[in-house]
């Protein structure tokens, strides 16, 4: 099951109680102040790992607490400190405090590790209070709770290549095509119903990731079919590849397809707009004599890079050109 939001409470560790205690000892008449601090509360962090890819662990459980520390003991015996809680979260998610609405944190890389909830401080024993003046005080502290949250998790796919297009475009077939990859494949619309991950492996140890984005509709940005949900992760990926159906089931006109597309990711925000994009015509299996595409590319002002899914055809160069671009694009970031 893929989740991609999540609502959670986290709660920090109280701190131990201080505590009162005399020394008492065989042939000591007065012992002095020997009760210990508490310990320290443990902390919430949480940390991106690569073996989590979505956010269902926290489908079922929403309550995630550190634990509390122990209160200080006598003979100067500190507390022990409470345990860390250290929550695993798939790269790409957004952290939001949810009654402040704010976001405390975007976790975009693998092993990033941020302290949500502090634990709480553990209170002073009463050797603590010990002065010259003072020698038997039966001062303590109590400890400190520790902090609490109701967090908000936003997960935003992070992959350089993302495949859109309406709906039986043939996005599915082409992710299984470049990758290892196995999203559900049908001759009906929205057989992708979550975001699937590819790694497209070319030679010289080359490698980038795909993200298959479930099909898009006129009226996306507003909650219509699927993509109001998944517009999100296009914007991690680095590079938008529109997917056109050449021949359409439904007899539509490709162009203002395409034009239906680029208007919901428009209206999603700008960053989506200035992405940089590639077109490809599928299905050209379908086109033997070429007319179809012909006429396509004299309609769009950029270039149509022609393939199809089903038979491989231009598959190789396809994800070579991906891969320059792709690179481009790292080292135009790392400047």
């Known amino acids: 099951m893929f989740i991609d939001e999540a609502k959670i409470w986290v709660k920090a ?29 443990g902390s919430v962090y949480l940390q991106t790992v690569e073996n989590v890819e979505t956010l269902i662990d926290f489908a079922s459980k929403h309550h995630w607490q550190a634990k ?77 709770k520790g902090q609490e949250r109701n ?9 350089d290549i993302g495949l859109v ?18 999203p559900k494949i049908a001759d009906y619309p929205f057989t992708t119903l979550k975001p699937v991950l590819g790694i497209v492996e070319l030679s010289n140890y080359r490698r980038f990731v795909m993200a298959d984005i479930p099909g898009l509709i006129e009226g996306a ?5 699927l993509g109001f949900d998944f517009l999100k992760h296009i914007e991690r990926t680095r590079i938008i590849v529109h997917i056109l159906d050449i021949m359409p089931p439904d007899g539509s006109d490709p162009l203002e397809s395409y034009k239906a597309i ?6 999603h ?15 050209t299996d379908l ?27 231009g598959i190789k160069e396809l994800s070579e050109l991906l891969w320059e671009k792709v690179r481009e694009s790292k080292a135009a970031t790392e400047q």
């Open 221 to 225: 940005h507003k909650g219509a079919g």
């Open 269 to 283: 925000s700008e960053l989506l707009a200035e992405k940089d994009e590639v077109i490809v015509a599928n299905k």
């Open 165 to 182: 297009g309406m709906p039986n475009a043939g996005k599915s077939t082409l992710i299984s095509r470049c990758s290892e990859a196995r």
């Open 68 to 144: 509390n520390a122990n209160d200080g003991e006598g003979s100067n015996k500190y507390g022990s400190d409470g345990e860390d809680l250290v929550i695993n979260v798939p790269p790409g998610t957004l952290i939001y405090d949810s009654d402040l609405d704010l976001m405390l944190r975007d976790l975009d890389k693998v092993g990033l590790k941020v302290c949500v909830c502090r634990g709480g401080r553990g209170g002073k024993g009463n050797k603590s209070f010990a002065t010259s003046i003072n020698q038997t005080p039966r001062q303590t502290t109590p400890g400190k």
């Open 151 to 159: 967090i908000r998790l936003v997960l935003k796919l992070i992959a």
């Open 262 to 267: 680029r208007h919901e990711l428009e209206e």
């Open 13 to 41: 560790g109280n701190g131990g109680n201080g505590c009162l205690s005399f020394r008492r000892e065989k042939y000591i008449a007065k012992g002095g102040p020997d009760g210990g601090n508490g310990g320290r509360g």
């Open 287 to 313: 086109d033997p004599d070429g007319k179809i595409l012909k006429q396509l590319s004299k309609k769009f002002d950029k270039q149509i890079i022609p393939i199809s899914a089903v038979t491989g055809d």
